[in-house]
């Protein structure tokens, strides 16, 4: 979703950055570790640097269990700090979730002494289209593995796998754990999801769904065109999409009614 996309990276744009100060061995160590747990377990690694506006890839033999494209399996580095061509196998409901897990885990890290943020990681499990155009159920997690020099968060590491636990599930179970201790934080993102369109949004939006021309929507909910245009247009950028009827498949596909 392009609303939560632009909140995140107007959250990592608040922290200021002197590349001049930036050990580079740690990115190559990062890299090679990534490398390593692919070969591993086979899964996909992605490793952000959050200072440079770059994501590294490293992805096992799951690539193809995905139905990645042999292009997307043998990209190493993309200019951006999402995995586009991971996410657009993510079910849309699950990947509304997934981003706001994403934006509440780097507050929560922001709140916590430099030295803590690395004790933590996020957990959640999505469901994801295979090779079959079937979904199943991916493990992923989120650390960040070094700060910076001048104490932001800088390399953040992006896991994903398949589950050992296939069985349906409601939400996708968004925690936070520390790793030295154990404890973990149970994440509800059911009210934030259900704030993404206004009240007025969503109005606008059922009445879409039932056939209502902009000029039918005025008099019904006794407002003017230039406002329902308006309303209509926040929705298409606030969904992503690029027409109404695509804008009505995605709030229920996401279940924002």
Known sequence: MDVLKTELEEAFAIQHFDKSLFNEQALMDCRKLIQSLTEINNGCAVL????DNKSYFSIGTFGGFLGLSQEDISKEVIESLDEDCIYQHIHPEDLVEKRMLELHFFQFLCKLPINERLKYRSNCRIRMTNQKGEYCYITNQTHILRNSPCGNMWLALCLYDLSPN??????????????ETGEVIAVSLSEAKRSILSTREKEILQLIKKGYLSKEISKNLNITINTVNRHRQNILQKLNVNNSLEAVHSAEAMKLF
Request: glycine share 6%; charged share 10%.
């Open 166 to 179: 296939q069985n349906p599930l409601t939400g996708i179970d968004s925690q936070i754990t520390n790793n």
């Open 48 to 51: 952000t640097d959050m200072a």
